[in-house]
């Protein structure tokens, strides 16, 4: 959820879709994901749209820009996204709680929000219902509330068990609390547990990284995500590299560490399906994530949230005292929208499924795209499995080259 809102087209006041956009659905996939805002400390690599107690200052106690009042707002975008979705018949089959840190929200809050999910569109049977978590935002008694009240998906943001690394990330959490808080989980209930890391902070080691991957696994997760470190403009990170205080990630390093964590996942059970992302099991892969990477439909509720039906997407104004006052007149929260053509659904689906194990379907390709395809197989960069071109492990490694040659 980048701090950055993109340029587009105005959204209609009322929320209201083109009907060309409505005419498929429910025959989709389609999710829900509920962005909750609110963080006890900036990390300084974060550029997502999150706010400190600090930052939102005296409008703390404005309805929907402090937790207590949050969950009221988000519920009432989830009643409009029922009536601008009109009677169509649209099981949700994911929930995503992303941040910030959700678990910052009373654990009830949370719950209600996926009643209300229930209650206007109906969960899909084997619902997947995910949220977010730092190791320090749970307790024993918050995590059985939560998962009594229907999320049966937990992400911790663990990110290292090196406490000079976890420094650098201005992460406050202690390596310690994220074993005890998957043990917690694990006696909630919760049968699916990730972890989130990241490598490449300046000052790791390849030994540092090692040792996070060791702890990581000795939780025995059953999903585990590792994204390397993008110093994104705007942040305090960035001005720390600007400045020479930190130096920027190495590529080479980085794609060191990559490897090494493809190893490691590989030997304790965990088989990639995403580029940045490994699961014990078919079935522990983050289904939710899968909809977003083969283009299905998802609402996004919260301040900055972005959605996407039928080829249009459209994403909320930012800040929580602005989005709670849109809802609050009983307008639509969204700021701009864009409407994607064929050939731009075209390129987010090479961008996009690519990345995965399944696979992209070679007839998404334009020529161009299917002549560079023998070159790319030659370098050892792709495989032809039947009609599908899948990554190797090197190709995985310079994905994004791969897909600038396929889109050239």
């Known amino acids: 959820m980048p701090s950055a809102l993109p340029d587009g087209d105005v959204a209609p006041a009322d929320g209201s879709l083109p009907a060309a956009a409505l005419a498929g659905l429910g025959t989709r996939p389609f999710g829900f994901y509920v962005h909750v805002p609110f963080c006890t400390v900036r990390c300084g690599y974060c550029d997502f749209n999150t706010y400190t107690a600090l930052e939102l200052g005296p409008v703390g106690g404005h309805p929907g820009a402090s937790r207590q009042t949050y969950a009221e707002a988000a519920i009432a975008e989830i009643r409009l996204a029922r009536r601008v979705l009109g009677e169509a018949d649209v099981p949700v089959s994911t929930v995503f709680f992303g941040g ?3 678990t910052l929200l009373d654990p009830a809050d949370l719950v209600a929000v996926v009643a209300a999910i229930r209650d206007e569109f109906g969960l899909a049977p084997d619902a997947e219902v995910t949220t977010e978590a730092n190791p320090d935002s749970v307790t024993p008694d ?36 994220v074993p005890a808080a998957v043990a917690w989980a694990r006696d909630a209930g919760f049968e699916q547990v990730s972890l989130d890391l990241i490598y490449g902070t300046p000052g790791e080691s390849l030994a540092d990284w090692r040792a996070s991957l060791d702890a990581a696994l000795a939780c025995e997760p059953d999903h585990v995500s590792a994204y390397s470190l993008i110093v994104e403009e705007g942040t305090a990170l960035a001005r720390r ?50 909809l977003y990477w083969t283009g299905a439909d998802w609402w996004g509720a919260g301040p900055g949230a972005h959605s996407h ?12 005292v602005a989005y709670a006052d849109r809802l609050g007149a009983a307008l639509s929260p969204a700021h701009g929208r864009e ?34 395809v023998p070159a790319l197989v030659a370098d050892g960069l792709l495989v032809v499995d039947g009609d599908r071109l899948v990554l190797t492990p090197r190709g995985r490694l310079l994905a ?9």
């Open 339 to 372: 409407l994607l053509s064929l050939e731009d659904q075209r390129v987010e689906r090479v961008l996009l499924e690519l990345r995965l194990v399944t696979g992209l379907d070679v007839a998404v390709l334009d020529d161009a795209g299917r002549a560079a």
């Open 142 to 177: 918050s995590l059985a509330v939560l998962r009594e009240g229907g999320i049966n998906r937990l992400s911790f943001g663990m990110q290292s068990a090196v406490p000079h690394v976890l420094a650098t990330l201005d992460r406050t959490h202690d390596p310690e609390r």
């Open 309 to 320: 039906v039928g080829g249009v997407r459209w994403w909320n104004v930012k800040h929580p």
């Open 100 to 102: 910030g840190t959700p």
């Open 241 to 290: 590299v600007k400045r020479g205080e930190l130096p920027m990630p190495d590529e080479d390093d980085l794609a060191d560490k990559y490897a090494v964590a493809d190893d490691a996942m590989t030997a304790a059970g965990l088989a990639w399906y995403e580029v940045s992302n490994w699961a014990r099991s078919p079935e522990s892969r983050c289904r939710h994530n899968v």
């Open 400 to 408: 994004d080259a791969v897909v600038r040659d396929l889109l050239r």
